[in-house]
């Protein structure tokens, strides 16, 4: 079974262009999340898909993060402007349906974005 | 305060034993994670526990979990250098939100 992957694996713009991140959920998953891993510390969920739907953006700065899942399966992840702060791995992950308590998070590698 | 904490680092011999802990808060907690993450990758679970139980041993994975004193530990019997790693823990609640809350990591240095 494939993974969940992510695209471009790095990143490095500068502080106020724009940057867009892909991500292909496991077939199947209803699920896909979006986590922010700045260094030395746990993921952060940023957004929460339930199919195509927003079930929670509520840590989402929705000044300069947008992020849509169109038709359900993959999702793109957009920072405009970037910030300094924005420094960071963009890490998807899937699940097959996100409102149970036994649904297992999968995660793709990640998008290191550097913003100088 | 944090929700999930863990020590930062941990130093162990190949072939010894590692124990990584973990603390957390919320007390409706209903499934806690191990995750490992490898440099340069995304996050891979290692294991869970539900919140009824105190043990899941997993071949040289165990997880025990101290409900009253909202304690997890994963213990690693004989540690491989394959094993140096970030490890987090993470909680899932109970109810409302099923959002992970996951601890800062620990990093697991394995020496030869």
């Known amino acids: 079974e494939a993974g969940v992957a992510q695209s471009p694996r790095y990143k490095i713009i500068e502080k106020r262009q724009s940057v867009a991140f892909w991500c292909n959920p496991i077939?199947?998953?209803?699920?896909l999340y979006w986590y922010q891993q700045i260094l030395g510390q746990g993921p952060k969920l940023l957004i929460q898909?339930?199919?195509?739907?927003?079930?929670?953006d509520s840590q989402l700065p929705k000044d300069r993060f947008s992020a849509e899942r169109l038709k359900g399966v993959d999702s793109t992840l957009k920072i405009q402007p970037a910030k300094l702060e924005d420094s960071a791995v963009y890490l998807c992950?899937?699940?097959?349906?996100?409102?149970?308590?036994?649904?297992?998070?999968?995660f793709g590698p990640g998008t290191r974005l550097t913003v100088l | 305060g944090e929700d999930v904490e863990q020590s930062l680092f941990l130093s162990v011999r190949e072939g010894d034993s590692s124990v990584i802990n973990c603390t957390y808060t919320d007390s409706s907690s209903t499934y806690l994670y191990w995750y490992k993450q490898e440099p340069g990758a995304g996050l891979q679970l290692l294991t869970y526990?539900?919140?009824?139980?105190d043990m899941k041993q997993d071949q040289r994975l165990t997880v025990l979990l101290n409900k009253k004193d909202k304690h997890l530990s994963l213990r690693i019997a004989d540690t491989q250098t394959g094993d140096s790693a970030i490890y987090f823990c993470a909680e899932k609640p109970g109810a409302g939100s099923y959002q992970l809350t996951f601890g800062k990591g620990t990093k697991l240095s394995v020496i030869p």
């Open positions: 898909f339930q199919n195509n739907g927003v079930v929670d």
């Open positions: 077939s199947g998953h209803a699920t």
């Open positions: 526990i539900f919140s009824n139980m």
């Open positions: 992950a899937s699940s097959l349906e996100g409102g149970a308590s036994t649904d297992t998070q999968y």
